[in-house]
T-cell receptor, first 114, second 115 residues
Framework: DAGITQSPRHKVTETGTPVTLRCHQT?????MYWYRQDPGHGLRLIHY???????DKGEVSDGYSVSRSKTEDFLLTLESATSSQTSVYFC?????????????FGPGTRLTVL | AQSVTQLGSHVSVSEGALVLLRCNYS??????LFWYVQYPNQGLQLLLK??????LVKGINGFEAEFKKSETSFHLTKPSAHMSDAAEYFC?????????????FGKGTKLSVIP
């Protein structure tokens, strides 16, 4: 158990509304990641963070922003949600400060955009 | 750029039969390789990983995988399937030395176990 929690676990929202998902970790890991999981696509990286206020884009970052003001929290924001952002969102942390890079995942947030 | 191909989006085996889930990768450097398992409505759990050294890697729940550089493969096997193995399995790669430590995932293989 890597001490990762995600909130909310389920959310239904309407197109055009802002949504923020939270990832919280208890073990001071430096690296944190946001993925989305869609049928037939596996998991795809949205954004990641390598420290407080240090973030970078992943493969599918359009329409998403992130923030990390504290080591333990990594927030994912959909500024104006669209139906294409209906997905399951997973947060992950990477243990250690170097290679090899094993990531551990949170329980996920199921987001439905109507 | 790295990529991962998992052959077969669905695999069905009988209880007690061999499980073989295929993973091939494309990478410009020898990668780190991972298998994760996802049970329904849960997050991903690490099954096993290859970084360096012995190419046959043993993981949890009786699974193992062999890194074959010449075939760019990292297939997952288990000698005897159990009902509790029914889940979705994901192969992933990362590039050693890449500062982001990003994982690139395959699309997943859903394993069904028939009683």
């Amino acid at each position: 158990d890597a001490g990762i929690t995600q909130s909310p676990r389920h959310k239904v929202t309407e197109t055009g509304t802002p949504v923020t998902l939270r990832c919280h970790q208890t073990e001071n890991h430096r690296y944190m990641y946001w993925y989305r999981q869609d049928p037939g696509h596996g998991l795809r990286l949205i954004h990641y963070s390598y420290g407080v206020k240090d973030t970078d884009k992943g493969e599918v970052s359009d329409g998403y922003s992130v923030s990390r003001s504290k080591t333990e929290d990594f927030l994912l924001t959909l500024e104006s949600a669209t139906s294409s952002q209906t997905s399951v969102y997973f947060c992950a942390i990477k243990e250690g400060s170097g290679d090899p890079d094993t990531q551990y995942f949170g329980p996920g947030t199921r987001l439905t955009v109507l | 750029a790295q990529s991962v191909t998992q052959l077969g989006s669905h695999v069905s085996v009988s209880e007690g039969a061999l499980v073989l889930l295929r993973c091939n990768y494309s990478s410009s450097v020898p990668p780190y390789l991972f298998w994760y398992v996802q049970y329904p409505n849960q997050g991903l759990q690490l099954l096993l990983k290859y970084t360096t050294g012995a190419t046959l890697v043993k993981g949890i729940n009786g699974f193992e995988a062999e890194f074959k550089k010449s075939e760019t493969s990292f297939h997952l096997t288990k000698p005897s399937a159990h009902m509790s193995d029914a889940a979705e399995y994901f192969c992933a790669v990362s590039e050693p030395g890449a500062g982001s430590y990003q994982l690139t995932f395959g699309k997943g293989t859903k394993l069904s176990v028939i009683p």
